[in-house]
């Protein structure tokens, strides 16, 4: 499959993960984060291993965990925190620093070389998201910043570890490992820090069938495709399309108004994405070196 049909597949992520605002504030019972993240991951990650039928081996179980806990559980608990404690705009714009974070955590662990049209891509990236949620009465609160700023750190750490440490199974598989980990880490956090969840409607099921369905599994798939195909910092820099795809659903379905800033913070994220893509492209029609394995 060519290159622009990887970028297309992997793109899709994080475009549908735009999505996944809407369907929590609208379909789901507010007030149960660890809960709902819980159940969107671990019916998912269980669906798919019982259909791929496979179970790490050996050093996996330890590198799943570990993975497991970065690119889901960790993640989605700091994102909570940074959501309760910060407005939206902060808390995402602070998320958008992950691209930046993954060129240099690349150059540790896989040796990818540090390249300046990559940094001014995730700089810029970063400042679009910023003009795309944003408001002039924006507060931070100290906890909420930390808690967002390490939560980018959660998930750029576990793309590069996804990608230097590439099993010898397909992405769904990978995916269903993960998912599982991450499910089933959250499982003690949900069940002693929040209350049981009230009896669910049928909007509320359906909500939780997107999220883990179509929020969780199929995304996943191609976006831990797209990490072993891709250089990780390209990979991350279609995060920004996350809240690019969130701000657009909003004008489409609740009627939401796009301001000046806005429509300029849409132009300065694309263009972020396309000189990312340009910054990793590889030379002389020659594939960018394989990341190491461990």
Known sequence: ???????FLTALAPTIWGSTYIVVTSLLPAGYPLTLAMLRALPAGLLLLLAVRCLPQGIWWLRIALLGALNFSLFWVLLLVAAYRLPGGVAATLSSVQPLLVVLLARLLLGSPVRALALLAAVAGSGG?????????????????????LGALSMALGTVLSRRWQPPVPALTFCAWQLSAGGLLLVPLALCLEPALPPLSG???????????????LTYVLWFRGVARLEPALVS???????????MLGWALLDQRLNAPQLLGMLVVLGSVWLS???????DGQASATAVRG
Do not use: E, K
């Open 277 to 283: 893509q340009r910054a990793q492209r590889p030379r």
């Open 1 to 7: 499959m060519s290159r622009h049909s990887d970028l």
């Open 203 to 217: 909007a509320n099921l359906l909500g939780l069938v997107y999220l883990g369905g179509i929020g969780a599994a």
């Open 129 to 149: 998201v910023g003009l795309l949620v944003l408001t002039p009465a924006a507060t931070l609160d100290p906890l909420g910043v930390l808690a967002g700023l």
């Open 237 to 247: 820099s279609l995060g920004f399309l996350s809240p690019l795809s969130a701000v």
